[in-house]
């Protein structure tokens, strides 16, 4: 995929997101790229109204985290985002945390997502918003 990353998450390591070693905390994590990716998803052309009265969602089924350098307390961090693969009914994309003032990478994320239709509860084909952003549309 030639897609330049995007920065799609910008956020605090706050204390309440802080572990007893004074850095945050693993959970915490996830939580800033799942984020990131419903900002991603939207740059991509991703509706989420529009999904949400369709009854379709987005459904992780796979993350792969590398934790690379600690983040602590009060560090500003930001998630750039990029598409990886893209599937017949699935996405697979790149996060990578950075520490902003240091511009030191924090961890990274491989996350694949489907589409899913939230009443016959299948997977759905990708969308052609996604093929023509992969390049392939």
């Known amino acids: ?61 796979r993350h792969e985290i590398d934790y690379v350098s600690e983040v602590p307390l009060g560090a500003l961090v930001h998630i750039d985002c990029s598409l990886e693969r893209l599937g017949r009914k699935s996405i697979r994309y790149r996060q990578v945390m950075y520490l902003s003032d240091t511009a030191c990478k924090a961890a990274v994320n491989f996350a694949t997502s489907v589409l899913f239709d939230l009443k016959a509860r299948r997977a759905i084909p990708v969308p052609e918003y996604l093929k023509e952003y992969a390049g392939e549309g």
């Open 1 to 61: 995929m030639n897609n330049p990353p995007l920065t799609c998450f910008q956020g605090v390591a706050h204390p309440w997101l802080c572990d007893e070693m004074g850095h945050m905390n693993t959970r915490n994590y996830v939580g800033m790229f799942d984020d990131a990716m419903q900002h991603f998803f939207r740059r991509l052309g991703h509706d989420g109204r529009e999904a949400r009265e369709k009854s379709i969602g987005l459904v992780d089924v």
